[in-house]
């Protein structure tokens, strides 16, 4: 019997059979253990000559057990490391890094282009109220240029609260430039600001930086130099060409939209659009890249300035349209997907 239950464990081919096996023999109804139970009743001759023989059969399937269980554990051990191979002399994969972002990158450059020219960086909320993203603008209650806006208003609250909004344009840092520190100013704002608008060419927050000169005698010509300037510089070339169209903000008079030259070029036989050069030459056009004017003088008395002192113009362009022509970008949603591929294929991976 106890070299049919040896076998048995020596070929058991699970850990569960084996355990199956372990209790047929040792378990408290085991056979073994019901023999170890017969000595009580023996004469104690006959329990000197068999329980040595019951002791060695106990001892011997108990061994067998445990060598069966350490040969399984072994094998499980054995078919999951050939199984779950790994190579430590491999290289690690690398990890896609981050990296500056463009509409990051276009502001970082900007600031730094207006600070050669000796502008300082403004900041406002984008949780803005009413008054200044409007009313202080020229923008009375019922203005119809109020309604072109697209606003996301937050609830009203009591009529004596103010009203907040997602900021429309970053023109309001302009009222809180002028509020907080007077004349003169030089100043850019970059930031983001929100219209309820969505389509390939309309995200519903977008970035503009806006530009603010106020001092004495400023006129149409500091703008449009400025304006040159920085865009030469931006677009690092010497060919860019502006051409002023007037147009109408309630916040400039006069107002003027800026459109900026373009070309096409073909280079191995791949035609690309660049800016550059006079958009009334044949094969070029005219590309409307931004709004500014003189600011009106409403604006400077609603925001405490004498306007028969300090004059001032005002521009606001928009920063991701800036990174789109500067990079070739071509789909303005991309930018706010997050994705490492787009930022590399563009060339701004880390
Ligand atoms: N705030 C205007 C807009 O968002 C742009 C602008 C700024 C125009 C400053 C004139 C002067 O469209």
Request: zero cysteines.
């Amino acid at each position: 019997r106890k070299d049919q239950a040896i076998a048995a464990i020596d070929a058991a081919d699970d850990l569960d059979s084996l355990e199956a096996l372990r209790v047929a023999a040792l378990g408290k109804q085991g056979w073994i253990s019901l023999l170890l139970k017969t000595l009580g009743q023996m004469t104690p001759e006959e329990r000197q000559s068999q329980a040595p023989a019951i002791q060695a059969a106990r001892g011997e399937i108990a061994d067998a057990i445990a060598a069966r269980k350490a040969a399984l554990e072994n094998a499980e051990l054995e078919r999951r490391l050939a199984s779950e191979t790994l190579d430590l002399s491999l290289p690690a994969p690398e990890a896609p890094r981050g990296s500056v972002h463009p509409v990051s990158q276009v502001m970082d450059e900007l600031a730094e282009i207006f600070a050669d020219l000796g502008f300082s960086v403004a900041t406002g909320p984008e949780i803005e109220d009413d008054w200044h993203n409007f009313t202080a603008l020229n923008m009375a209650e019922a203005h119809p240029a109020r309604a072109m806006h697209d606003t996301f208003y937050f609830p009203d609250r009591d009529a004596e609260e103010r009203q907040m909004l997602l900021r429309t344009h970053t023109s309001p840092v302009q009222i809180r430039s002028m509020v907080a520190q007077g004349a003169p100013i030089r100043i850019i704002a970059p930031g983001r600001v929100y219209r309820s608008d969505s389509d390939a060419t309309h995200t519903p927050m977008f970035h503009q930086i806006e530009g603010l000169v106020i001092d004495r005698d400023i006129h149409l010509g500091h703008l449009k130099w400025t304006l040159e300037t920085f865009l030469k510089a931006f677009f690092e070339r010497d060919d860019i060409v502006l051409r002023l169209r007037p147009s109408y903000f309630p916040f400039t008079e006069p107002s003027v939209e800026v459109d900026v030259g373009w070309q096409d070029v073909s280079a191995n036989g791949i035609r690309r659009r660049v800016l550059g050069g006079d958009g009334d030459a044949p094969g070029h056009g005219w590309m409307e890249l931004l709004g500014s004017g003189m600011v009106n003088r409403r604006v400077l008395e609603f925001a405490g300035l004498d306007p028969d002192e300090w004059q001032g113009f005002a521009f606001g362009v928009g920063v991701d349209r800036l990174a789109m022509l500067k990079y070739g970008m071509d789909d303005l949603r991309a930018f706010f997907d997050g994705d490492v591929r787009w930022l590399a294929h563009y060339g701004f991976s880390a």
